[in-house]
């Protein structure tokens, strides 16, 4: 494809050599670029695509999108100057994969919470009507039933348009993804085309990169600020935020609320372990589902599949039959080692920000009798610290006994994170917590204290994720699995 029809609809600074060449792929990394590449010089956070343009035109690469000129020009490359990289990456990489977008119905939710049962719900529903459905979640990614591992997320704007062209060529006629606001400031969904955006929730997370809540909403916003007239806006009307998301969308706006009166409504008739029964828009509903942060999902995607013309009861009936998705409110069953083999419930939830944690032990709470609740969590490293104490505060106030952990470490000292939890209790807090830092070894601890009587574990924090982070280095680490093996040590020892 010419260059200078993958640049017909920017408006770039300056053009530096003729556009007429021809674009074979396109790169943002220097090391894996090949002959008659586009190369983007991406600014990131901690380095500067500007400093491999040299090394990139030397492999082969025959054109050069920029924000700064390098000194020293290439005569045979063509150097395209714009105000943003990212967002240019955006439009031509949609551009280069014929705006594939434009070509399926694209709808991306953004939230805190809540975006990858929704998405992942939303897929399995369409695919039970019959359709071809593509999905991009932080869990995995399908192109109708090809599953690719997920890395992001919402991957970089060329890997998207590249899976969404894939989608496209299998037959999908929809396509679900989450939308983080991460992606949203990297303008890596530029060019892309909604049929519909979603706003579950918002609350403390990610500071560490928007460094103020302020500029946290402010992220949000601006996936609802560049939907087209031809799109659906549908947001949560109990989050006061939900006002703030479309101030100035140009997108039909719809709501959803437990408790706020709204376009699509829900109430929670009766719960338990088992699952909830709905009244949903005045039809009631069984589902497997437990807890209101799961009614709110379950009614967003129910409003969802509405605005794209599902009728209604094949919806609701659809939705009763679905199971949890991995990693969320997933229980793991077990036998304690009691005379009286009482059962023993272990959940595992991707629960790791304070809202997120609170939903799932008020959801626990609200549902168990005598139980006791024992709860194992950590928090991250290299991320937002400031909720390390507070997600801490959140967990002992709500449990019986907890255990701190670690979760993902990274480059940090499993010890730092935890002492940055621990100083957010107090003493009475503290007398009725544990700290072990290997994560197997406080899953186990919680297992054993739990079979002293009638009680539930919950195990907080990686839900679906297989892997453990120390180190730069990932070996393999489940929740559910070393809950699964553990709980067999215990009830054939």
């Not at 950590?378 to 400031?386: L, Y």
């Not at 009475?428 to 919680?446: C, G, N, P, V, Y």
């Amino acid at each position: 494809m010419k260059l200078a029809d993958l640049i017909k609809d920017l408006q770039p600074l300056e053009i530096k050599g003729i556009p007429a060449v021809e674009i074979t792929s396109l790169g943002l990394y220097s090391q894996t670029v090949t002959n008659g590449q586009l190369f983007f010089a991406l600014r990131g956070e901690k380095t500067d695509g500007h400093r491999f343009i040299a090394d990139a035109t030397a492999k082969g690469a025959v054109a050069v999108v920029c924000e700064q000129l390098p000194e020293k020009q290439e005569e045979k490359v063509c150097y395209i100057v714009v105000k943003n990289t990212h967002a240019a990456m955006g439009k031509i990489a949609a551009a280069f994969y014929g705006n594939p977008s434009k070509h399926l119905q694209l709808v991306g939710i953004t939230g805190t919470n809540g975006k990858t049962t929704t998405v992942t719900l939303l897929y399995r529903l369409f695919r039970a009507l019959g359709y071809k459905v593509g999905l991009l979640s932080t869990v995995t990614n399908f192109i109708d039933n090809m599953e690719i591992p997920a890395t992001h997320t919402t991957p970089d704007a060329i890997t998207l348009n590249k899976l969404l062209a894939e989608m496209v060529h299998a037959g999908c006629a929809y396509c679900f993804m989450e939308v983080s606001s991460h992606a949203i400031v990297q303008e890596r969904i530029a060019g892309l085309h909604f049929a519909g955006a979603l706003f579950s929730n918002i609350t403390h997370d990610h500071l560490d990169y928007h460094k103020t809540f302020g500029e946290y909403i402010r992220a949000k916003k601006l996936f609802f600020d560049n939907l087209p007239g031809t799109a659906f806006a549908l947001v949560n009307a109990d989050d006061k935020n939900s006002r703030v998301m479309i101030q100035n969308t140009k997108a039909k706006v719809k709501t959803y609320a437990l408790h706020t009166l709204a376009d699509f409504h829900c109430r929670i008739i009766e719960k338990s372990f088992e699952g909830m029964q709905l009244l949903i828009n005045n039809t009631e509903v069984w589902t497997p589902f437990i807890g209101v942060f799961n009614a709110y999902n379950l009614l967003l995607v129910y409003a969802t599949a509405q605005l794209l013309g599902v009728e209604k009861n094949e919806a609701l009936r659809l939705l009763s039959a679905m199971g949890s998705v991995a990693g969320r409110f997933e229980k793991v069953y077990g036998t304690q080692l009691t005379e009286q083999k009482q059962p023993l419930t272990v959940i595992v939830d991707y629960a790791h920000t304070p809202d997120a944690l609170q939903n799932v032990l008020n959801t626990i709470n609200d549902i168990r009798r005598d139980e006791e609740l024992i709860t194992v969590v950590g928090c991250g490293g290299n991320r937002d610290a400031a909720k390390r104490p507070v997600m801490a505060r959140i967990a002992a106030d709500n449990s019986n006994k907890t255990i701190f952990t670690s979760d993902n470490p990274r480059f940090e000292e499993p010890d730092a994170i935890l002492a940055d939890m621990k100083a957010g209790l107090d003493t009475a807090q503290r007398s009725k917590s544990l700290f072990i830092t290997d994560r197997r070894e406080a899953i186990h601890t919680a297992l054993m204290l739990a079979q002293s009587g009638n009680a539930i574990v919950l195990i907080a924090g990686k839900g679906h994720e297989t892997y453990q982070e120390i180190k730069g280095k990932r070996t393999h680490f489940d929740d559910k699995e070393t809950a699964r093996e553990l709980l067999h040590e215990l009830e054939t020892n």
